[in-house]
């Protein structure tokens, strides 16, 4: 009899006790910082050969997420190689590539790829999370 009021003495305790100790483990993430690339000028690029003449233009504004100040500024100290990679980027697409949704999302992801690659070889350090595109026009 002893030995079971022992036993519920100490699993009353550990379940009060628990959900203290998870709560301390718990770490809460810094909050999320964006950075827009300046609007101007926008990326542009001459679109007429891609789009078989039906676009001549694609605009698009980018902006950036991290939650690492750090990684914010070391974007805005490479940020004219960033928009070059991002240039050559868009200008070897083709119609479909950019004419859809799905084509869209895989844009994002090869762009947020592209920028984490300069970073981390200019800096040594990657860090941005997501990438988003503000403004995608074609014109």
């Known amino acids: 009899m002893h030995s079971s009021i022992k036993l ?4 009353f305790l550990s379940v009060t006790i628990l959900p203290a100790v998870a709560e301390d483990d718990e770490v ?12 101007k000028p926008p990326i542009q690029i001459d679109f007429t050969r891609q789009s078989g003449g039906l676009v001549s ?8 997420m991290s939650h690492d100040q750090a990684i914010i500024d070391i974007t805005e100290t490479n940020l004219t190689m960033i928009k070059h990679s991002l240039r ?11 004419n859809s949704v ?13 920028i984490n690659k300069i970073l981390k070889e200019e800096s040594g350090k990657d860090g941005i999370e997501d990438l988003f ?5 074609l014109q």
């Open 8 to 11: 519920l003495l100490i699993l």
């Open 88 to 98: 050559r980027f868009l200008s070897k697409q083709t119609m479909e590539d950019v």
């Open 102 to 114: 799905a084509g869209r999302e895989a844009l994002q992801k090869k762009s947020l790829a592209m």
């Open 28 to 39: 809460t993430k810094p909050a999320a910082i964006y950075y827009q690339f300046p609007a």
């Open 133 to 137: 595109f503000t403004s995608f026009i």
């Open 57 to 64: 233009i694609l605009q698009a504004e980018v902006a950036l």
